[in-house]
C-alpha cells in the first residue's frame, strides 16, 4: 500500500477532527474477561466514555515474536492461552472483525522495520478479555501488533512513535499488560484480600506513575535503573513493553488520567492510563 493509498483508506474512516486517546491497561487475570468486578466495570465505562474507534490496536503482552507482525486477516480467532481455568472462559468468543486495510497501513506508516502481515495468531487474552467489555457488541474491527522480544525497551519505544498518526485517524491504541507483573512472587492467599501490595510493589508503582505523569520517557525506557525494586517489578518485560508503546504516543496536550490503581495479590498492579 502507497501513502497515497493509506491517505484515502484513511479518509474513507470518515474521522477527520480531533486524536483518539490512547491507552495502558493492566489486565491481570485472564478471569477479568468474564467476570463483572471494578476492573471490568471501568473498561466498559472506558468504552462508552470516549469517542467510538473505527478500529482498535492492541499490543498485548503474550504475543511475543521475533520481527513485529499485525494481524491482517478478515476475521481473527479468539485465542484461549491459557490453562486451568473454569470452562467458562474457555468457551468466550470474541468475533470482532479484523481490517486488513488498516494492517497494510500501519506496516506502510513503520519505517524502521519490516511489518509482517499475520494470517494465523488472531486476539489473545491481553486483548479479547479487555476489548469485550469495551466494545460488547464485537463490531469494531480489532487488530494486534506483536512485541519484537529480541529487541529491546528503546526500540519498542522508537517503533511506537511511528503509530502516532492512527491516532488523528479513530484508531484507539491500546498497550495491555501490567506495569509490576511478578507472578512468582504472588501471594494466592491474599488475592481476595481488596488491594493487598506488597511494600516493594507498591512503591514500585508509585515511581511508574510519577514518571508517567512528568512525561519521563527516557526513564521509564531505562526501568532498570529506576528504582532498587524494579527487577522485582519487572523480572520479565513482556508486561512491561505495552506501557512503553502506549507512553511514546503521548501528544502536546493529553491530559493523562490513572485508573484501576490497584495492587492484587501483593506483586501485581492493575494501574491503568489514559493519554488524551
Same mark, same amino acid.
Given at each position: 500500500?502507497?501513502?497515497?493509498?493509506?491517505?484515502?483508506?484513511?479518509?474513507?474512516?470518515?474521522?477527520?477532527?480531533?486524536?483518539?486517546?490512547?491507552?495502558?491497561?493492566?489486565?491481570?487475570?485472564?478471569?477479568?474477561?468474564?467476570?463483572?468486578?471494578?476492573?471490568?466495570?471501568?473498561?466498559?465505562?472506558?468504552?462508552?466514555?470516549?469517542?467510538?474507534?473505527?478500529?482498535?490496536?492492541?499490543?498485548?503482552?503474550?504475543?511475543?515474536?521475533?520481527?513485529?507482525?499485525?494481524?491482517?486477516?478478515?476475521?481473527?480467532?479468539?485465542?484461549?492461552?491459557?490453562?486451568?481455568?473454569?470452562?467458562?472462559?474457555?468457551?468466550?468468543?470474541?468475533?470482532?472483525?479484523?481490517?486488513?486495510?488498516?494492517?497494510?497501513?500501519?506496516?506502510?506508516?513503520?519505517?524502521?522495520?519490516?511489518?509482517?502481515?499475520?494470517?494465523?495468531?488472531?486476539?489473545?487474552?491481553?486483548?479479547?478479555?479487555?476489548?469485550? $467489555?469495551? %466494545? /460488547?457488541?464485537?463490531?469494531?474491527?480489532? *487488530? @494486534?501488533?506483536?512485541? &519484537?522480544?529480541? !529487541?529491546?525497551?528503546?526500540?519498542?519505544?522508537?517503533?511506537?512513535?511511528?503509530?502516532?498518526?492512527?491516532?488523528?485517524?479513530?484508531?484507539?491504541?491500546?498497550?495491555?499488560?501490567?506495569?509490576?507483573?511478578?507472578?512468582?512472587?504472588?501471594?494466592?492467599?491474599?488475592?481476595?484480600?481488596?488491594?493487598?501490595?506488597?511494600?516493594?510493589?507498591?512503591?514500585?508503582?508509585?515511581?511508574?506513575?510519577?514518571?508517567?505523569?512528568?512525561?519521563?520517557?527516557?526513564?521509564?525506557?531505562?526501568?532498570?535503573?529506576?528504582?532498587?525494586?524494579?527487577?522485582?517489578?519487572?523480572?520479565?518485560?513482556? $508486561?512491561? %513493553? /505495552?506501557?512503553?508503546?502506549?507512553?511514546? *504516543? @503521548?501528544?502536546?496536550? &493529553?491530559?493523562? !488520567?490513572?485508573?484501576?490503581?490497584?495492587?492484587?495479590?501483593?506483586?501485581?498492579?492493575?494501574?491503568?492510563?489514559?493519554?488524551?
Amino acid at each position: 500500500m502507497s501513502l497515497h493509498q493509506f491517505h484515502n483508506w484513511t479518509q474513507d474512516l470518515g474521522y477527520c477532527e480531533g486524536r483518539h486517546p490512547v491507552l495502558f491497561i493492566g489486565h491481570g487475570s485472564p478471569m477479568n474477561g468474564i467476570e463483572h468486578n471494578a476492573f471490568s466495570e471501568s473498561w466498559a465505562k472506558m468504552g462508552r466514555d470516549i469517542p467510538n474507534p473505527k478500529a482498535v490496536l492492541v499490543i498485548s503482552a503474550h504475543w511475543l515474536t521475533r520481527g513485529t507482525h499485525i494481524t491482517a486477516m478478515p476475521n481473527p480467532r479468539t485465542i484461549h492461552d491459557f490453562g486451568g481455568f473454569p470452562k467458562e472462559l474457555f468457551e468466550v468468543q470474541y468475533p470482532a472483525p479484523g481490517e486488513p486495510a488498516l494492517a497494510e497501513a500501519t506496516k506502510t506508516l513503520i519505517a524502521m522495520t519490516d511489518i509482517g502481515l499475520d494470517h494465523d495468531w488472531g486476539l489473545d487474552h491481553g486483548t479479547w478479555t479487555v476489548v469485550r $467489555h469495551m %466494545y /460488547p457488541d464485537a463490531d469494531i474491527p480489532v *487488530l @494486534q501488533l506483536s512485541i &519484537d522480544y529480541a !529487541r529491546p525497551a528503546g526500540y519498542h519505544f522508537e517503533l511506537a512513535k511511528q503509530l502516532a498518526s492512527l491516532r488523528n485517524k479513530g484508531v484507539l491504541i491500546i498497550g495491555s499488560g501490567n506495569m509490576v507483573h511478578n507472578l512468582r512472587m504472588v501471594a494466592w492467599d491474599k488475592l481476595t484480600e481488596p488491594e493487598y501490595g506488597f511494600d516493594w510493589a507498591l512503591e514500585m508503582n508509585s515511581v511508574f506513575k510519577e514518571k508517567i505523569r512528568n512525561g519521563e520517557a527516557s526513564a521509564l525506557v531505562n526501568y532498570e535503573k529506576l528504582h532498587a525494586a524494579a527487577k522485582l517489578a519487572i523480572p520479565t518485560p513482556d $508486561h512491561y %513493553y /505495552p506501557l512503553l508503546y502506549a507512553m511514546a *504516543l @503521548q501528544q502536546n496536550g &493529553d491530559d493523562i !488520567r490513572f485508573f484501576n490503581d490497584k495492587a492484587v495479590g501483593g506483586s501485581l498492579t492493575m494501574t491503568s492510563v489514559k493519554w488524551g
